[in-house]
C-alpha cells in the first residue's frame, strides 16, 4: 500500500484538492489478478471501482500470470491483496507441497468470493474423451505463472499422464486452441456462470470437459488429502456430468495490511454485492462475510475478524492468526 502520493509540479495530481486548496492524502492500493482474458479480471476491476465509489480508495489492477505469480508478489510486498484459490493459499502458508519448508506466516485470507472449478477444456473434435487421451497432446495446464498450471502439471504427471505443455498466458492459450494448434487447457472458473475464456474458445472449436476418474481423485487425495472434487450434474457450458475439482475464490493479503482500512474493505465487499455481480455475475446472491468464515483455511485478517464479529459471528480459533491470540 502506498499513502500520501501529493501534487508536485508539472504531475498529475493523484490526491484530491479539499477546499482551502490544500492537497488531502489519498490511499491506493494495487490489486494482483490474472490475466485479462480471464473472467476473474473482471471482478477485479469492478472491486476497484466499487472501492472508488463507495470510499474514494484508488486500487490499481495489476495483470499478472496467477497465484503463483500473485504468491511472489505478495511475498515481496509488491501488491496489497490478490487473487488465490483456497487451499492452495493454504499450501503457500503453511508451506506444503512444493513450498515444502518454505511457509508465508504473514499471509492472511481477506475474503471468500465464490466456489470454483478447474475445468480440463479439449476441442471434442480431437476425440480426447478421457484424461489419458492427453497423452503426447499439446496443452495448456494453465495460465503461465498460475496455481492452475502447476497443479495440473504435477497432478497429471503423478497419474503417468504426459502432454506436450504448451506454456503460455490465457489469452495466447485460447487463440492457440481456436487456431487447432492446441488440444486445450485447463482453466479456473465459477461452477455457476460461465467463463468469459471457455466461451470465447467455444465461439471457434465445439468443446467438452474432461472428467477425474474415481481412480484418479483416490491417487491425489492419498498425496493431497486436502484436495476435494466435485461432480457437477451440469456445467455452464451444458456439459455434464463431470468429476472436476473444486475450490474457492479468494482474495489473500498479508498481515501487514492496516486492520482499520481491511475492515471498511471488507465490509464494503461483503455489503455491496449486487454491485459485484455487474462485472461478475458468479458472485450474485452470494453472503461473503459467511462464505469467508465456512471456506478459508489459512488465518483470516485481523480487519475481516473484526468484520465478522461485528455481525455476530464466531470465528474458530483455526481461522484466528498469532497476532488475534
Do not use: C
Request: glycine content about 10%; aromatic content about 10%.
Amino acid at each position: 500500500m502506498k499513502r500520501g502520493w501529493l501534487l508536485s509540479a508539472g504531475l498529475l495530481a493523484l490526491g484530491t484538492v479539499a477546499s482551502n486548496g490544500v492537497v488531502a492524502e489519498q490511499t491506493l492500493y494495487t490489486i494482483g489478478a490474472t490475466g485479462q482474458a480471464s473472467s476473474f479480471y473482471a471482478y477485479h476491476v469492478g472491486v476497484a471501482q466499487l472501492l472508488k465509489d463507495k470510499l474514494g480508495y484508488q486500487a490499481t489492477v495489476q495483470e499478472t500470470g496467477g497465484a503463483s505469480d500473485n504468491k511472489k508478489l505478495l511475498e515481496r510486498g509488491q501488491v496489497d491483496w490478490a487473487q488465490f484459490a483456497e487451499p492452495d493459499f493454504f499450501e503457500f502458508y503453511k508451506g506444503l507441497g512444493k513450498w515444502e519448508g518454505n511457509p508465508q506466516p504473514d499471509f492472511r485470507v481477506f475474503w471468500v468470493v465464490n466456489p470454483i472449478a478447474y475445468f480440463p477444456v479439449v476441442n471434442k473434435d480431437m476425440g480426447i474423451r478421457r484424461m489419458e487421451d492427453l497423452q503426447g497432446k499439446a496443452f495448456n495446464p494453465g495460465g503461465r505463472g498460475s496455481a492452475t498450471e502447476r497443479m495440473t502439471q504435477d497432478l497429471l504427471t503423478m497419474l503417468g499422464i504426459e502432454p506436450e505443455w504448451f506454456r503460455a498466458g490465457y489469452s495466447d492459450a485460447v487463440a492457440a486452441i481456436k487456431d487447432r494448434r492446441v488440444a486445450g487447457y485447463m482453466k479456473a472458473g465459477s461452477t455457476s456462470a460461465p467463463d468469459a475464456s471457455i466461451m470465447d474458445v467455444g465461439t471457434a472449436v465445439p468443446i467438452d470437459i474432461l472428467s477425474w476418474s474415481d481412480e484418479h481423485v483416490a491417487k491425489i487425495k492419498a498425496k493431497y488429502p486436502w484436495y476435494d472434487f466435485v461432480t457437477l450434474e451440469t456445467t455452464p457450458y451444458g456439459i455434464g456430468p463431470v468429476n472436476v475439482r473444486a475450490v474457492f475464490f479468494i482474495m489473500g493479503t498479508t498481515s501487514k495490511m492496516p486492520e482499520e482500512e481491511a475492515y471498511k474493505i471488507v465490509k464494503t465487499i461483503a455489503e455491496n454485492v449486487a454491485f459485484q455481480g455487474d462485472s461478475y455475475p458468479a458472485i450474485k446472491g452470494r453472503d461473503v462475510a459467511r462464505e469467508t468464515l465456512a471456506r478459508a483455511q489459512a488465518p483470516l485478517h485481523m480487519g475481516t475478524i473484526r468484520y465478522l464479529r461485528e455481525l455476530g459471528l464466531t470465528v474458530p480459533d483455526r481461522l484466528l492468526p498469532p497476532e488475534a491470540k
